[in-house]
């Protein structure tokens, strides 16, 4: 039996991507064992070592799989990416889980509270609108701000448009204006200016993004240098789009297990070799990717 079916359960073709993509290329059954072995290893100190308090912010996140083994089409991986006073980057944990419920949300950030992150340097947690994020965030670490991420928030006002051909560009353009303010009071003067405007003209969309707006303003309290590493989930979600990437070679995961040590493997590989940061880009570009 080759490495990968002790792992994924596929073809020794489908074992040499999954060894071509961790270190270039393929290896022995022997090899392969030794190697697996060592990351279950590896995986469990990961899974219960002691977490350092040591982070300012956390980015939480889910990312969606299919398992086969467990008969139904997909279920989530909640992730954790804490960034440090020095704005060092690492996935915290991970966790499959049955759903993206608050329940859910709540064992897993209670995890991280019992290994060792008790949230003492923690200054503000980062999410998108998830009211199971929220609702966790609230029970474990309640007195850490929230930010709700704004491309996320940008995003839902436009999905919720009615006369998109006649308002989508305007609404994107004038609403991404926003948050490019140099501060949070103009943001707010920009953002009441734009509800006057649209309330009457596009009530659905008005309403969407006035609900949590302020909460999304919260990195405004920071120096301008950190402010893009937390106004949004675009680190994490950088993180888990080349984790899914990397996924559709193979397709789907056979079990848990396989699962488990797949994505920590990436997690290893990633950060011992970080994918490059997105830029800053200008939040008229961002709005362009959303009309698309």
């Known amino acids: 039996?080759?490495?990968?079916?002790?792992?994924?359960?596929?073809?020794?073709?489908?074992?040499?991507?999954?060894?071509?993509?961790?270190?270039?290329?393929?290896?022995?059954?022997?090899a392969a064992s030794r190697l697996?072995?060592?990351?279950?290893?590896?995986?469990?100190?990961?899974?219960?070592?002691?977490?350092?308090?040591?982070?300012?912010?956390?980015?939480?996140?889910?990312?969606?799989v299919h398992i086969k083994e467990l008969d139904i089409k997909k279920r989530p991986i909640l992730f954790a990416l804490g960034i440090t006073k020095d704005g060092k980057q690492e996935i915290i944990a991970f966790k499959?889980?049955?759903?993206?419920?608050?329940?859910?949300y709540t064992a897993f950030l209670n995890d991280l509270y019992r290994r060792g992150l008790l949230g003492k340097s923690?200054?503000?947690?980062?999410?998108?609108?998830?009211?199971?994020?929220?609702?966790?965030?609230?029970?474990?670490?309640?007195?850490?701000p929230r930010q709700r991420c704004y491309t996320h928030k940008l995003r839902n006002l436009l999905q919720n448009i009615r006369h998109k051909i006649r308002h989508r560009a305007k609404?994107?353009?004038?609403?991404?204006?926003?948050?490019?303010?140099?501060?949070?009071?103009?943001?707010?003067?920009?953002?009441?200016?734009?509800?006057?405007?649209?309330?009457n003209l596009e009530p659905k969309a008005v309403k969407c993004f006035q609900d949590e707006f302020y909460h999304t303003l919260n990195f405004y309290d920071f120096p301008k240098e950190v402010r893009s590493?937390?106004?949004?989930?675009?680190?994490?979600?950088?993180?888990?789009?080349?984790?899914?990437?990397?996924?559709?070679i193979q397709g789907y995961f056979k079990n848990e297990r396989s699962l488990n040590l797949w994505i920590f493997g990436l997690i290893k590989h990633i950060n011992l070799n970080p994918i490059p940061q997105p830029k800053r880009y200008a939040l008229k570009q961002k709005c362009k990717i959303l009309l698309a």
């Not at 999410?127 to 199971?132: I, K």
């Open 171 to 199: 609404m994107a353009r004038q609403a991404s204006r926003i948050y490019r303010a140099p501060c949070r009071h103009e943001a707010i003067r920009r953002f009441r200016l734009f509800v006057n405007k649209w309330h």
């Open 122 to 144: 923690l200054e503000l947690i980062i999410s998108d609108g998830s009211e199971a994020i929220i609702a966790a965030s609230n029970t474990v670490y309640p007195y850490t």
């Open 229 to 248: 590493a937390i106004s949004t989930t675009n680190h994490l979600e950088r993180f888990l789009e080349e984790i899914s990437r990397r996924i559709k």
């Open 36 to 64: 697996l072995q060592g990351l279950a290893d590896d995986l469990r100190s990961y899974q219960t070592n002691a977490i350092e308090d040591k982070y300012r912010f956390l980015i939480i996140d889910g990312l969606w």
């Open 96 to 104: 499959l889980a049955k759903g993206e419920t608050e329940e859910e």
């Open 1 to 30: 039996m080759v490495a990968l079916s002790l792992l994924l359960g596929f073809s020794t073709r489908k074992q040499q991507r999954f060894f071509q993509a961790f270190i270039g290329d393929s290896v022995s059954h022997q």
